[in-house]
């Protein structure tokens, strides 16, 4: 295991994949970080809004202490506000796929000549923090089953709730929804309909507080500017970017030759050991 790497679950992928195009495998080797988006400017914004329906499908009344409905009610309140755009938090995404070789995502985002990256899980869950918290990369798997979200959000609800009096007062009503509020707004953009579940999706997310613009840095995109946060992939200790294992060519037209280019362009930077391998889906 390479230094500072930490060790995997059982069940987890040793490499995860990022697709991309050419512009962004030059930006990601030369700039040695990878671009987290604002999910609210992703290429399909229901991303953003699948988690905060799931989330208020699950917060619906039901027959409950008065304390519970009203904390319920406040937070249903607070995704209303998200709604209309009354965020105290925003959420940064850069996503990755525990499969570096899938059709659809090769339609998706490596059309006409795409890579895939793959990263070292270990050494990537080395640059993250354990959990969520302010300004940091984690990452985490999308959940995709329905029940397993529901339950989660429950969970979260329950311990929002737990310790309140039977009577409790506004201040501490409104503790309880905002804390509820904080953990499921980090929780939603780690959901997806489960018919996305072949994507088999790991994500670096970075919250950040909604006012704050620093270190943000903005790209073109389909819907104009799209704001993103760097997450640097250096190794802390080498100033190096150490993680990437293998990358992808994506099915196209002269893919020899951009196996060949891809080759030379990391062994430039003193990358040479990275393995450049040719897709396996014909092109279509």
């Given at each position: 295991m390479a230094p500072g790497a930490v060790p995997l679950a059982a069940d987890e992928p040793k490499l995860l994949y990022h697709y991309t195009d050419p512009a962004g495998l030059y930006g990601i080797v030369e700039n040695k970080n990878l671009r987290a988006s604002d999910v609210w400017f992703m290429n399909d914004a229901r991303e953003a809004i699948y988690g905060l329906d799931t989330v208020e499908q699950a917060l619906q009344p039901r027959n409950e202490p008065a304390r519970d409905a009203e904390v319920r009610r406040r937070a249903l309140d607070w995704i209303k506000n998200v709604r209309m755009g009354e965020e105290f938090l925003r959420s940064y995404i850069a996503c990755l796929s525990a499969d570096g070789d899938d059709l659809s995502q090769w339609r998706a985002y490596g059309r006409p000549r795409g890579f895939s990256i793959g990263f070292d899980t270990a050494q990537l869950r080395s640059l993250c923090s354990p959990s969520p918290k302010l300004n940091e990369p984690t990452l985490r798997y999308v959940m995709y089953d329905g029940r397993k979200q529901e339950e989660l959000i429950s969970f979260q609800f329950n311990q929002a709730v737990y310790g309140l009096p039977v009577r409790?007062?506004?201040?501490?009503?409104?503790?309880?929804?905002?804390?509820?509020?904080?953990?499921?707004?980090?929780?939603?953009?780690?959901?997806?309909?489960?018919?996305?579940?072949?994507?088999?999706?790991?994500?670096?997310?970075?919250?950040?507080?909604?006012?704050?613009?620093?270190?943000?840095?903005?790209?073109?995109?389909?819907?104009?500017?799209?704001?993103?946060?760097?997450?640097?992939?250096?190794?802390?200790?080498?100033?190096?970017?150490?993680?990437?294992?293998?990358v992808i060519i994506g099915p196209q037209s002269n893919e020899r030759e951009s196996q060949l280019s891809v080759k030379q362009f990391f062994a430039h930077h003193g990358m040479g050991d990275v393995k450049v391998l040719l897709s396996k889906v014909p092109l279509r």
């Open positions: 409790p007062t506004d201040e501490q009503l409104q503790a309880a929804a905002a804390n509820f509020a904080y953990e499921v707004f980090v929780l939603a953009p780690a959901m997806k309909h489960h018919s996305f579940s072949s994507e088999q999706e790991a994500r670096l997310h970075v919250y950040r507080q909604a006012d704050d613009t620093g270190g943000l840095d903005f790209r073109p995109g389909a819907m104009g500017l799209v704001p993103f946060v760097p997450i640097d992939l250096r190794n802390p200790e080498t100033g190096e970017m150490t993680l990437v294992r293998e």
